[in-house]
């Protein structure tokens, strides 16, 4: 059968490929059959491949694609769609997707699903260089990093081809591959706080009632809201990225009677809401994003990404390769995978402050000035300026919260969905609509 | 049809006539309600949903007090911005209709009224934001005049900026069907009503007011629907403080929740099913249109 099949496809690649000489018309529609594999053709066809990438907008972006479009020789389309978005699409559309940007809480929530195929990371050349901190959750110094929450190192690894399960320890197959990574605080308005901010503490702070904000994605404005209370005294948490029952029920009734004082202005959802509601003044201290804080610079508006004594809570992403993934355009993602490592998409996502994977290249393709400022905890000796070349800090500036290895090295947890989660969606409702 | 179509075809017309509209309502809203009762139903286990039938999700979501609470909130919105709605469109339609004498000004009038219309919903619903925050237009305008000394916070996200913007944007579908209603009545009735000795608001309330109910109704039916199924103005306006039904059922679609969505869904439609019946039990439109 599959021999017949075979020959079909070949007599009509002969006929669709009358001038080709005869034998490399056989071998490519062989190839195309995926019957033998042949590298050599592979080249010719390769640029004929289009991959659909899909993942939010801080992590897919177009700029990028088109450059390794260029680079590649082959077509990436980039397409953004919010994690949440993007969960739904890997469980109920996978066709729609060729690579999907999920974060590692997402990852987690939708491994099980079976869409994804692991990561052989014998074809991931540069697998070696990527940091520990992703690659088995240690510390620079070698220690063990946070474990509450989705430490990446969780859920990135599996033991077999066809497993939807997680493995204990590292094996040869990536879940995902990581990319970008950082360490998420409270953005402030020094401006209108005028004074020193150090403590998770100060967002319940009655001082600034009615001017706070958190985000309305219930599994991260939880966490926001543990590191809060945690600092407050209120209770101390066994994982704030894993609630039992019970301290989700403590959590959220502490939100709520936070609520029922005025001490929210409001909680946001996008990106730009966060962006409006610093740069308005509606709200001096909230939960943000780091490239809403810049956003907000340079807008000639104050705005700090306050580290705080308590610790960050921290995030990644992976690139995932769908299950429906096979030969040239299978291969097409994995150069494309390898291509994300070399350094022009860390050097792009460090100026909006996010950190790569394999710090090394990233760094050096920045300038000494940029990088300086970005990763080495230095002040800027000219104006950083954004990917898209907007200045958004002067000369003389350093970054908030200091080096990669001090905010790196200072995670409290990890974004992350609970065993409880679907209680504490429940409860969470009851706290907004409370 | 025309003369030519056999008598077997001109009674197929009507069914002819008919099918468009009913192919679309059942492509586009009888399969996917169909689905979402059917979803209701399933089994699922944090991703994927497989074809069961349970009651859990009913019980998680009616065991909820959470759930009634939901239901409140997004009533007592459908109901203020019905009444004052309402009260805005009777009031602009009967300015319209009996205070206008000449038909073009009447209708220059009621275009103007359309006018907000030719920008989308999101844009008339954010432009409010820069109006009415804390440093924004209004607050600026009553500092300035001495009025207050601290801008006032209860008019940006809180339930007051929440229908305001309903109110904004729901108005028109009150004006357009009680224009139509008093536009209908024929002006020897008020002048029968005057000769008989009654007094305006005696006329206001014994013969406009009954004749126009139609238009009331359809209108309600309009606002009430549109209210009880929104989620972005109260997520927008409320700078995420309040919930509505569908916002809490968005949280749970985003965490792929989907069997307790679709379950809240029912929910939802059956309550709007009972207000949409108790509007037509008051006032019978299919009579009234007729007439």
Known sequence: ?434 | MSGRSSPSGSRLAPYLQVAPLAFLMLTMVGIPLVTVVMLSFWEFDGIAVYPAFTWANYAEVLGSPVTLKLFLATLKYALLTLVATTVIGFTCSYFLVFHVRSLKLQIGLFLLCTIPFWTSNVIRMVSWIPFLGREGLFNSMLIQAGLIDRPLDILLYSDFAVVLTYIHLFTLFMIVPIFNSMAKIDSNLIEAARDAGATPAQILWNVIIPLSKTGIALGSIFVVTLVMGDFFVVRVMSGGQSASVVSAMKNNIDQLYYPVASAMAVLLVAVVLLMVTAILRVVDIRSELAR
């Open chain 1, 1 to 434: 059968m599959s021999e017949k099949m075979a020959s079909k496809a070949a007599a009509q690649g002969v006929t669709r490929r009358e001038l080709l000489k005869g034998t490399a018309a056989l071998t490519g529609a062989a190839v195309g059959s995926g019957v033998i594999g042949a590298p050599m053709i592979w080249a010719q066809n390769l640029k004929d491949v289009t991959l659909n990438q899909v993942g939010p907008s801080y992590s897919v972006i177009a700029d990028i694609a088109e450059k390794a479009s260029a680079d590649l020789g082959f077509k990436i389309v980039p397409q953004t769609s919010e994690t949440t978005q993007l969960m739904a699409k890997v469980v109920n559309q996978p066709e729609t997707i060729d690579i999907a940007d999920l974060e590692f809480w997402g990852l987690q929530k939708v491994y099980r699903s079976g869409n994804l195929q692991p990561v052989d990371i014998t074809k991931i050349k540069m697998w070696g260089d990527i940091t520990p901190l992703m690659r088995d959750g240690k510390s620079f110094d070698g220690s063990d990093m946070a474990r509450q929450g989705t430490l990446p190192v969780k859920v990135l690894y599996t033991d077999s081809a066809e497993s939807t399960e997680f493995a204990a320890a590292p094996t040869g197959l990536a879940t995902a591959m990581p990319t970008i990574y950082n360490a998420d605080t409270l953005g402030i308005r020094p401006d209108l706080v005028g004074r020193e901010i150090s403590s998770w503490v100060e967002l319940f702070n009655p001082e600034f009632k009615g001017k706070t904000a958190l985000v309305n994605i219930p599994s991260i404005g939880i966490m926001d809201a543990a590191m809060a209370l945690e600092a407050r005294g209120d209770l101390k948490y066994v994982d704030k990225g894993n609630m039992t029952k019970e301290e989700i029920d403590k959590t959220i009734d502490a939100l709520i009677a936070l609520k029922k004082d005025g001490q929210f202005r409001a909680f946001w959802s996008t990106f730009d809401e966060s962006v409006n509601l610093m740069a308005a003044g509606e709200v001096v201290i909230q939960s943000m994003w780091s490239p809403a804080v810049t956003a907000v610079k340079s807008r000639n508006i104050p705005c700090v990404y306050q580290g705080l004594k308590e610790g960050y809570r921290g995030w990644g992403v992976g690139m995932g390769l769908m299950r429906h993934l096979e030969g040239i355009k299978l291969e097409a993602a994995y150069e494309y995978l390898n291509w994300y490592l070399t350094g022009w998409q860390g050097a792009f996502i460090a100026r909006q402050g996010y950190y790569s994977s394999v710090p090394e290249t990233a760094k050096a393709n920045l300038s000494e000035n940029e990088r300086g400022y970005w990763y080495e905890g230095k002040a800027a000796t000219e104006d950083i300026k954004d990917p898209y070349g907007n200045i958004m800090d002067k000369a003389g500036s350093s970054r908030d919260g200091g080096s990669f290895e001090q905010r790196m090295g200072n995670i409290a947890c990890w974004n992350a969905v609970m065993d409880e989660d679907r209680y504490m969606i429940q409860r969470w409702n009851e706290f907004v609509s409370s």
